[in-house]
Every structure is written in C-alpha cells, then in structure tokens.
C-alpha cells in the first residue's frame, strides 16, 4: 500500500515571535500553485475567545469576540468575530461593533513560525470510510481544485463523519476549512474559514464565514456554494 505524506493537526502549529509569543492550533492548510511555479502556503488556526491578555483580573473581554488567524510567511489575517450578546450575559448589547474588525496585511513582518509536522498515512477507498470510526477516528481530508490556471489544495482533519453500512452511505460535516472566495476581478482571492459538507468524492457544499456567518460575501447567495467540483481524498494513520 502507497504512503501519503499528510500534515499530522495533532502536533503542528504556528507562532508569532517576540517579546511576547502567541502560538496556535493549526485548524486546516491551504496550498495555492500558481501557473508561474511560485506556491504559497496558508494555515488557518484554531479559533478562541479574546481575552485581555496578562491582565491581573477580568481576564475575559466585555465584549466577546472570536480570534483567529490566518497566516502565511508574508501576509496575515486577524479576524475578530462578534458573538451573540444573548449567548453571553457578560457582554452588554451596545459593547458590539457596529462592523467587523479584521485586519490584515503583513502584520508580524518576519516574526511568523511555522512548525508544521508530517505524518504517513494510506488513503481511504470507499469501502475504508466505514472501518474502525469508534476505536480509531483519526482522518485527515484533501479538496483539490484548479480555477483561472491556478491549483488549490485545502486539506484539513475530518471533525464528523456520518456512516450507513447497509446502503454504504456516508457524509462528512466539518471545518473550519480554509477556502478561497473568487470575486468579480479574477485575480483578488479572499481566504475565509468555512464548513464544508459532502458524500461524494467529486462535490462539496461549502458555508462561508465559519463559525457565525457574520460576513456578507459579496456574490454568494446566503454565503452558500452548492455542488462545488473538485477531488477529494481521505486518509487514515498508515
């Protein structure tokens, strides 16, 4: 059987340098080829609640909000997402944003760490999707897509998996996944963490803006891609 190098998301994360150090969960990776040879990696992390950081007291912010990032050697993305002040008694309603406050750019300029770490791993038939989900569920999933003479490979860990035996169905339900939003002008890619949802090999439906929905995506009816096309693999620990 053929081993396949996979990132192994149990071990590997990211990091900003300096006096004080953040370190992160790597949630999903996203590779993008483009047709002149260059390639550009892009890790999207784990997502938690702000909090004021080193503060002696009230280590929680007054008005919640998720931090995320998404980060490559030479560009970054921090999003802040508003949580819903009826989930969060501590957080009054006029403490929300009136817009979302991302920002971008070459943030931490040289001061990013990678330390992404490989795993073998043999790839999934059919027939393997219903072995051994109780005692050993420990699947990695890779969406392969070319658009505009450019590859894109999102690969990321399989959070859910729905099995039926007996009509050898299955669907997958999971993210955050890192996936690139096309606009009008072909050459602007936007990276947003999604769900991603499918029961094939060839398709996938996609929700944009994991976790709230909160950004509108200009283009995308309901922030929804139905029947996507591309190629999808599983994998499990060889």
């Given amino acids: 059987m053929c081993a396949h190098k ?36 892009f890790a999207l992390t784990e997502n938690v609640l702000a909090g004021n950081v080193y503060a002696k007291q009230k280590l929680i912010k007054s008005h919640p909000y998720l931090f995320q990032l998404v980060m490559s050697e030479n560009y970054q993305k921090i999003m802040r997402t508003d ?38 791993s043999s790839l999934n038939d059919v027939d393997d999707i219903f ?18 003479q450019t590859e894109f490979s999102a690969e990321f860990p399989v959070r859910h998996l729905n099995t039926r035996s007996h009509s050898k169905e299955w669907q997958v339900e999971t993210g955050p996944v890192l996936f690139p939003i096309f606009s009008k002008n072909l050459d602007k890619i936007e990276l947003v963490p999604s769900f ?4 094939s090999l ?29 190629n999808i693999e599983m994998f499990q620990s060889a």
């Avoid at 991603?196 to 029961?199: A, D, L």
């Fill in 6 to 41: 996979i990132v192994d998301f149990r071990s590997s994360s990211v990091s900003w340098l300096g006096e004080s150090e953040g370190t992160f969960k790597i949630a999903s990776v996203l590779n993008i080829f483009h047709r002149d040879g260059t390639e550009q990696l």
């Fill in 83 to 120: 949580l819903d002040s009826h989930q969060f008694w501590f957080s009054p309603k006029r403490a929300f944003r009136n817009k979302v406050k991302d920002t971008e750019g070459n943030i931490f300029r040289d001061k990013t760490h990678f330390n992404l770490k490989y795993r073998n």
């Fill in 131 to 148: 072995l051994k989900n109780r005692v050993n569920f420990d699947r990695v999933a890779r969406i392969s897509f070319s658009k505009n």
């Fill in 196 to 199: 991603v949802f499918f029961n």
């Fill in 202 to 230: 060839s398709f996938v439906d996609i929700l944009i803006d994991y976790p709230t929905k909160t950004r509108n995506i200009p283009g995308y009816v309901d922030n929804m891609i139905n029947n996507f096309g591309c």
